[in-house]
């Protein structure tokens, strides 16, 4: 018999069965790992398959009756729309027969098993709920990590062995170590490229190919754990949470783009305030391609917002257009222009050592520019491309704690 004869027989239905049976087309290393452990920690690249892989895990306990299920996501938001109804989700990878109903925050399955969605940000919603089992989603991007991390261990605590999935494309960061060096932490890797089957040729083509061999590249594609750079002036372990919120002068340092429009570097907006001697970096809101209209806008708009002392703009490029740019947005803004006359690298220096004493301290949710200041190398750029958030930061920070006769000595 031909191999079109064996396939005839099959109705439209079957063939959908066979492509529900995950079990037969998951790769291996989406499959749970076999052993004692406690925790999976997951380490793919950005359409490497992890959502998938934690949909099923959780489908399977559902199955199995293993309840009640954490759905724990970065917010309540992605948590609904990646890990329950996204197109690699809990709702889309079960059949009709076995899909669960989803009943405001519940998850329920037709077989009795329940499931909890809970967003991240809030570590006091995981006191009083208990679970057999949870799938962490992206703890690299958690606004508090390990205070959630912990509530959530300690309702882990029913059934005969509770255990965890944490699917993340993974960052530095302390939490991520911390299970990573756990002897109970089974540790698996997927690179993008390991699903190219299932992904568009385009995002192959353009984004993997741009990004492929870059820091940025190896953290988001290819599934590494970046660490610090040996040569770079901040490291992971200098950023920590303010002791208070008694906030003192602020200002909103901006880095603006050489020139507006698509092909124009991002602009850097850092927000910042002093605390007692010290200081606090209280906002990243840098974005771009950014036109002069857009970043003068939202540099007044965080002016009022956080009730700032001035903006203080960088203006090697734009001089005087600068402040003249940002007084079309609102004239009663006060602007200080510095002008740089060092490199990157020594402008920044004299920051990255009040952060070696202790003295700056960071909100929570400023992985971008996090990123951005461990990538910063001696040639001045981060990952080689320019560093407008650390450019902005500098300025706020120079602002705040250094004084213009340091700024003299150093030649700044």
């Not at 741009?210 to 970046?226: D, H």
């Not at 120079?398 to 000595?409: N, Q, S």
Request: aromatic share 6%; proline share 6%.
């Amino acid at each position: 018999m031909t191999a079109a004869g064996l396939v005839e027989p099959l109705s439209l239905d079957d063939c959908l069965q066979i492509g529900r049976w995950w079990w037969l087309w998951a790769r291996d290393e989406q499959k749970p790992p076999e052993g004692d452990w406690t925790t999976w920690l997951l380490l793919g690249g950005r359409g490497s398959g992890k959502t998938r892989a934690g949909a099923e895990w959780v489908r399977g306990l559902a199955a199995a009756g293993v309840s009640p299920i954490a759905i724990v996501g970065a917010s309540m938001i992605e948590a609904m729309q990646v890990m329950v109804g996204g197109p690699s989700g809990i709702l889309v990878s079960s059949s009709d027969e076995e899909r669960p109903r989803l009943v405001g925050q519940r998850l329920l399955w037709p077989g009795g098993a329940e499931g909890l969605v809970l967003g991240a940000g809030d570590p006091e919603r995981f006191r009083g709920p208990q679970f057999a089992a949870a799938w962490c989603d992206e703890v690299g991007k958690w606004r508090k990590p390990a205070a959630t991390w912990d509530m959530l261990q300690f309702g882990l605590r029913l059934g005969d062995r509770p255990r965890q999935l944490v699917t993340t494309t993974p960052r530095a960061t302390r939490l991520i170590r911390r299970l990573m060096a756990e002897p109970t932490t089974v540790v698996t890797r997927m690179p993008t490229e390991a699903n190219r089957d299932n992904l568009a040729h385009a995002f192959l083509g353009a984004v993997v190919a741009r990004y492929a061999g870059s820091v940025l590249g190896r953290q988001e594609l290819g599934g590494e754990l970046i660490e610090d750079r040996a040569d770079a002036l901040w490291t992971r372990a200098m950023f920590r949470q303010p002791e208070g919120s008694d906030y003192g002068r602020t200002v909103v340092a901006i880095d603006p783009p050489a020139t507006g429009g698509k092909a124009s570097d991002a602009c850097g907006i850092v927000v910042a305030s002093r605390i007692g001697e010290d200081a606090v970096v209280r906002a990243d809101l840098s974005f771009g391609p950014a036109a002069p209209e857009a970043w003068a806008r939202r540099a007044v708009a965080a002016f009022h917002e956080y009730a700032a002392d001035c903006i203080v703009a960088e203006v090697n490029q734009g001089g005087d257009m600068v402040a003249t740019i940002i007084a079309q947005a609102d004239p009663e803004v006060p602007v200080r222009s510095v002008r740089a006359r060092r490199g990157k690298w020594l402008r920044a220096e004299p920051v990255a050592a009040l952060y070696g004493n202790g003295r700056v301290a960071h909100l929570a949710g400023l992985t971008a520019l996090e990123d951005e200041m461990c990538a910063f190398g001696p040639d001045g750029l981060s990952d080689g491309h320019s560093p407008d958030r650390v450019d902005a930061l500098v300025w706020a920070l120079t602002e705040l704690l250094l004084t213009h006769a340091e700024l003299r000595v150093r030649g700044i």
